[in-house]
């Protein structure tokens, strides 16, 4: 491409220069819409940066583009969020199509009213075209004053051969409330910059190029409009069916409606369902029950800072002690933790830091206490880590529980009628605890995440739910009747008679299997044909053991030490992990088996007092065994703090996330050495976890230094896809049933076994009914599921002969996918069922 003269820009308004990583917009901010700077501005009247023609002016009056003669293009954003505006408080003073000079007037506004009615008057100025710039001025800036440089070059560029016509969609119907503005232009024009065709939008008689944020702006878009996108070239048809799917779904924006004649793509496999991804297990069939929590009224400015921050200090109180009564309500280990997690946040004290600031300068409790958590909220947000996702939501539920003692707002029940199937744009951990299980069936919500704390609470509850469907489900009526299948993700929205009988009567089954696994919990998981299999639990404290081992659990395949080191501010003495894991090993006894797992934390789940350096993709960083052997003290005190247990259960020690022989072995010279300096005359066994495919694939060479190998199936199964398992449009495809996935289970067996090491299967598929025989026909020794499963999965075993598993094993792995693979197990369980000696009883 030809360079041309570079092009100087003048600062638009007068006021304080920053940087857009200080815009509190993740679309701004992380450069979607194009490079540039922001104003915080002092002057009312925004002036054109560079002399051209005027792109787009919004109808609203709020931003502003100009291309130059050179190509270069330049958005102009006054304010945050201003587009709910409607034009109140903006004066244009110029057209579409308009030629300006520099420096000449473009848009007036009020930057009173604009700053009491939008989110923020920042003032953002874009090279949306793309070129490279370098700034000429910084801090506080005059109107009219060199502000940047920018370097066009010639973009002219060979235009795709269509090769044939274009494929057009059918007509559909923008849902946005304030149409295409920048934000929701940014989103679309981006995804259609992935496709390798020419793309347009069309509404009425004029069109504009998918890939330009400007030419989509200026199509003046509005809630309701009728548009069509049309695609040319090699990848046409997959073009327009991903961009009418983000275009429904309102291209980042929550959408209120459900927009009419939007044909169904990728996210409405048919006009009456709508796809999410399973939170929790299981079918209902009731009706809709829109649930939202209202607004709540915060007056900003208090009425002394001693009398504020006793306000504040009392609902921090009452709020923690309401935690610390669900905490000691819970029903597990698990749903324990998430309520101490929240009492952390409670005494967080950068948070407490931030509202104590705001108090000082005047500003009311509420107002203090949401600014604080909001602001952290948007922090975790922006960091792209999944987990800190889910932190922000559990702050967003502390900060509404303590904002409503504050201002005397009594928690009110929902008052819900009977079979309510609850609908919302998100549900807290607070409220789906609270939930009154004999009139809510199960629940769906748009956000979340399957691994959230409201999934971890709903599977507690045994409430089926479902997570990132797509925000038309907030437009349904209330009484609604839906079906909601959350083991295939769905929520059916016309179901029809014979489906609902068909539920009710799976349903009726499901209870009465469930009454006979219960009943029978204590019974040997051993196949028809005489196999024994141990079925153990997968634990994160004591109550939790000890609730394993009155469902008839054979021991522990698997207890997550982290449970010891999350959510505290410093590492947990030795003597207080030698006594937990004492007291766990004591209630098992010396016959059963107790698999410590060692430290997995890092990149993904960071520790507050083990500094780490940020990560681009932590779950390919610093992890499990890989920040232990950095750290080794760290390992070492924790392989001190196991080994005062060995004696009073048979102990195995494993090492997470290892992918290289060097760490198995670096770490059983740790362990010697400290079992040496203990005086302990035989060491526990140790193995690792089959996480990685590389640990797979050389099982083999794993195998003569290891006693045992237990199989992670969720890292595995994304590392091996490449897809997060979390990954709301992913998580139906990154499944543990996919052939690859089987087949390096089938590795790791077949080595283990002819090393004479057993092979345990520890992830989340071992806890899946439906995977028990292949993976009983795959060789696995031992399956460790989650506690309340245990009954279910033993049952399962007790269904099945050994040498028919074999033969389906053999069968499933020469399949093409995952959906194969469910099919063939479904037929091969409905068959067993069928000849089960039990199903007489």
């Known amino acids: 491409m030809t360079a041309i003269e570079p092009l100087e820009l003048l600062a638009p308004l007068a006021g304080v220069l920053l940087s857009l990583d200080e815009v509190p917009d993740p679309v701004f901010a992380s450069r979607m819409i194009g490079d540039g700077l922001c104003i915080d501005p002092t002057s009312q009247t925004l002036c054109a940066p560079l002399a051209g023609v005027i792109s787009t002016i919004q109808d609203s009056g709020h931003a502003v583009s100009i291309t130059a003669d050179s190509g270069v293009q330049v958005l102009m954003h006054i304010g945050l969020d201003t587009v709910n505006l409607a034009g109140k408080g903006f004066t244009r003073l110029v057209e579409e199509g308009q030629r300006v000079e520099a420096g000449q007037p473009l848009i007036e506004f009020d930057a009173d009213y604009v700053a009491l009615h939008a989110r923020s008057l920042l003032t953002l100025m874009l090279v949306v075209s793309g070129e490279p710039f370098s700034l000429l001025a910084s801090g506080l800036v005059e109107a009219g004053q060199p502000l940047m440089e920018v370097s066009p070059v010639d973009t002219a560029e060979a235009a795709i051969d269509a090769q044939g016509d274009a494929l ?36 009425q008689t004029q069109s504009a190029n998918a890939k330009s944020l400007v030419a989509i702006m200026a199509l003046q878009t509005v809630q309701g409009d009728t548009l069509q996108v049309s695609a040319a070239g090699e990848e046409a048809a997959a073009a327009i069916q991903a961009l009418v799917a983000l275009l429904a779904e309102g291209c980042g924006e929550q959408v209120a409606t459900v927009a009419a004649g939007i044909e169904p793509v990728a996210s409405l496999p048919s006009a009456g369902v709508l796809q999410g991804v399973c939170a929790s297990p299981g079918s209902a069939f009731g009706q809709v029950v829109q649930v939202a929590e209202p607004e709540l009224d915060i007056v900003e400015h208090g009425t002394g800072q001693v009398a504020e921050r006793a306000m504040l200090e009392q609902g921090l109180r009452a709020a923690t002690e309401a935690l610390q009564t669900l905490q000691a309500k819970a029903a597990n280990a698990a749903e324990a933790e998430i309520f101490r997690a929240h009492q952390e946040l409670l005494e967080d004290p950068t948070l407490l830091e931030q509202a104590y600031g705001l108090l000082a300068e005047g500003k009311s409790a509420a107002f203090a206490w949401k600014r604080a958590t909001l602001a952290t909220a948007e922090l975790f947000l922006g960091l792209g880590n999944a987990l800190l996702a889910e932190r922000a939501a559990d702050l967003a539920d502390v900060g509404q529980r303590v904002l409503k003692l504050i201002l005397g707002i009594q928690d009110r ?34 956000g979340g995440g399957a691994t959230s704390h409201v999934a971890i609470l709903a599977r507690a509850l045994g409430l089926p739910a479902i997570c990132g469907v797509p925000a038309q489900v907030l437009a349904l009526p209330d009484g609604q009747q839906v079906l909601l299948d959350a083991d295939k993700g769905e929520l059916h929205l016309q179901p029809n008679l014979a489906d609902i009988e068909q539920l009710e009567a799976a349903r009726q089954r499901q209870i009465q299997r469930r009454e006979r696994e219960m009943a029978q919990a204590a019974l040997p998981s051993i196949t028809r044909d005489g196999h024994h299999f141990e079925v153990t639990a997968n634990v994160a404290s004591l109550q939790e053991v000890e609730q394993a081992l009155t469902l008839g659990g054979d021991g522990v395949g698997l207890l997550r030490s982290e449970f010891l080191y999350l959510d505290r501010n410093r590492a947990p003495s030795p003597q207080e992990q030698a006594g937990t894991y004492t007291a766990i090993a004591r209630a098992l006894g010396s016959e059963r088996n107790l698999v410590v797992r060692t430290l997995d934390v890092g990149g993904d789940k960071p520790l507050a007092y083990v500094p780490m350096a940020a990560e681009t993709n932590p779950f390919l960083g610093l992890r499990g065994i890989r920040l232990c052997l950095e750290r080794p003290q760290l390992l070492r005190e924790q392989m001190r703090a196991i080994l005062a247990c060995a004696g009073f259960a048979r102990l195995h020690i494993m090492l997470p996330m290892v992918s290289l022989l060097s760490e198995l072995h670096l770490a059983r010279q740790i362990l010697e050495e400290e079992a040496l300096a203990l005086g302990l005359e035989e060491l526990p066994k140790l193995g690792i976890m089959v996480e990685v495919p590389s640990a797979a694939l050389m099982a083999d060479v794993f195998a003569p230094y290891v006693d045992f190998f237990s199989i992670g199936t969720n890292d595995l199964t994304q590392y091996t896809l490449a897809m997060d398992r979390d990954h709301p449009r992913l998580a139906g495809q990154a499944d543990s049933f996919h052939p690859a996935v089987l087949r390096l289970i089938a590795t790791t067996v077949k080595a283990a076994h002819a090393h004479g090491k057993w092979v345990g299967v520890c992830g989340a598929l071992a806890s899946e009914a439906l995977a028990v025989p292949v993976l009983v026909g795959l060789g696995v020794d031992e399956l460790s599921v989650s506690v309340p499963l245990i009954p279910t999965i033993k049952a399962a075993v007790r269904d099945l002969d050994l040498h028919g598993c074999q033969t389906l094993a053999t069968h499933v792995l020469g399949l093409e996918g995952a959906s194969q693979v469910r099919e063939a197990l479904r037929l091969y369980q409905a068959t067993a069922v069928e000849t089960s000696p039990v199903m007489e009883h």
């Open 168 to 203: 057009f969609s059918k007509p559909l119907t923008l849902p946005n409330a304030n149409g295409l503005h920048a934000r929701p232009a940014a989103v679309l024009a981006q995804a259609a910059k992935g496709f390798n065709a020419s793309i347009y939008l069309h509404k």
């Open 413 to 446: 029940a929902w008052e819900l009628p009977e079979r309510a199937i609850l609908i919302a744009e998100q549900l807290t951990p607070s409220q789906t605890a609270s939930l009154d299980t004999h009139k809510v069936l199960g629940f769906v919500t748009v």
